[in-house]
């Protein structure tokens, strides 16, 4: 006899509190305001420079960060999105190319390539919610520069295969981990597998400054080129002056530097980031571990399941009418739960809500880049039905977030709660 659903009167398998999605957010304290106070005593606000000399918290979140995913190379930007459009410029993506990105991902993985002049082409996910390696194949032209490849909601894209396309055709690979930082893949940290990884600290990121991110490289002319392009004040040169060391070195750059406020609190905050990632993965794996063979939910399989960073669960209902009730089910069982896809609302998450790109929006009335005239080929086109499976594996799926802050008692009744809807709805 199952047992009767919150929603239909029964008692709430979830009786806590739910917390919200701000990992590093919520653990704010001391630390930060340790580091923030020593950049405010010093007055050392600009990590170039300032009335006295002291050494740059911006610069030395570089080094660790480099040290700690184990890539040669480390620049902080305000962003991600400026760290995802510094490495396409630093790549030589440019008008007239066309960039290859997954169609379930924040739109400003989509708008980064259009922030390079460069064209988007939306290619589908597969069951993992990554990029789908058969569909980027089907989807390269010879105007085809990069793969813009998203570690979409902590989990590794099927890297051995990207890598293995990127070099048969000769394109470059910028991993987008603004959602994935500390996951890994085969042993690697994600961003150090392509030529850049792009991160992002803003606030509902797993380590935070409400803004910020990272653009990792191991190729010193890569690292070069997105430092030219985040700093056009070019206070990062030896000689800011100087003629340029190799041809292509100097061009006309913006300003997407970090300051020094920023880096402190985000030093103080990746100081926590291994007992993060540990407590949302020990939480993943507690509730896993008791719906894995629950019947009629299919968990969403994983690349490399060792390199998730458990920022979320989401498994699949067999038919999409059962997504809504199942959600409601579960909210009334005390379980924030979602699904992700519904075409009537609007998220800017999945490429069919994406109006400005699929209608080809500019501030500008000329078009690019979709009229550059240096594309060649076919224009690109979009419609919001053009990746069927993305659609159809989104309108089928369930999401909840894995707060850190969840004891296993949390985990637990989440767990009961998920088992008690299923039997009933799956
Ligand atoms: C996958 C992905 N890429 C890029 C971004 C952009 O990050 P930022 O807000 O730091 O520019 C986000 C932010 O939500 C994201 O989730």
Redesign the pocket.
């Known amino acids: 006899m199952n047992e009767k659903l919150a929603i239909q009167g029964g008692p709430k398998a979830k009786t806590t509190p739910n917390y919200p999605m701000y990992p590093g957010g919520l653990e704010i304290g001391e630390e930060e305001k340790k580091q923030v106070m020593e950049v405010l005593d010093r007055k050392y606000l600009f990590r170039y420079y300032g009335p006295e000399c002291h050494p740059s918290k911006v610069k030395e979140f570089e080094n660790r960060f480099a040290q700690k995913v184990g890539s040669k190379y480390a620049l902080a930007v305000n ?3 400026s760290a995802l459009i510094s490495a396409l410029v630093a790549c030589g993506v440019g008008p007239g190319d066309e960039v290859i990105v997954n169609g379930y ?2 739109f ?2 989509c708008a980064s390539i259009v922030g390079a002049k460069a064209i988007p082409v939306i290619a589908e996910a597969d069951e993992t919610l990554t990029i789908d390696p058969d569909d980027i194949e089907k989807k390269i032209t010879p105007s085809t520069k990069a793969l813009l490849v ?1 570690h ?1 909601r902590g989990v590794p894209c099927d890297m051995d295969r990207i890598m293995a396309i990127a070099q048969k055709n000769n394109l470059k690979v910028i991993e ?1 981990c ?2 994935a930082l500390g996951g890994t893949y085969k042993g690697k940290y994600l961003g150090t597998i392509g030529d850049c990884g792009c991160y ?1 600290f ?1 606030y ?1 990121k797993i380590i935070t400054a409400g ?1 910020g ?1 990272m653009v990792v490289t191991n190729d010193e002319r890569l690292y070069d080129r997105c430092m030219g392009y985040h700093d056009t004040a070019a206070c990062w040169r030896p000689d800011r002056f100087a003629e340029q060391r190799y041809e292509g070195e100097l061009f006309c750059g913006v300003n997407f530097r970090m300051s020094e406020l920023t880096g402190a609190v985000l030093l103080a905050q990746f100081g926590k980031l291994d007992k993060l990632l540990s407590l949302m993965r020990r939480n993943q794996k507690r509730i896993l571990d008791q719906i894995k063979d629950t019947k009629g939910i299919r968990v969403r399989p994983v690349n490399d399941a060792g390199g998730d960073v458990g920022i979320c669960l989401m498994f699949y209902l067999d038919n999409k009418v059962k997504v809504q009730p199942f959600a409601e089910a579960l909210k009334a069982e005390g379980v924030n739960a979602a699904g992700v896809f519904n075409s009537g609302i609007p998220d800017w998450h999945i490429y069919a809500h994406w109006k400005h790109v699929l209608e080809k929006k500019t501030p500008t009335s000329e078009g690019c880049p979709w009229t550059c005239p240096y594309h060649k080929g076919m224009p690109v086109e979009y419609s919001p039905d053009m990746n069927p499976n993305t659609l159809e594996y989104l309108s089928r799926v369930i999401h909840l977030d894995i707060p850190s802050q969840l004891t296993l008692e949390d985990c637990d009744m989440i767990a009961k709660g998920i088992n008690k809807v299923a039997a009933v709805l799956a």
Request: net charge negative; charged share 10%.
């Open positions: 962003s991600c999105t991902t924040f400003a993985s998203v979409m987008d603004a959602q992002s803003q509902h803004e991110g």
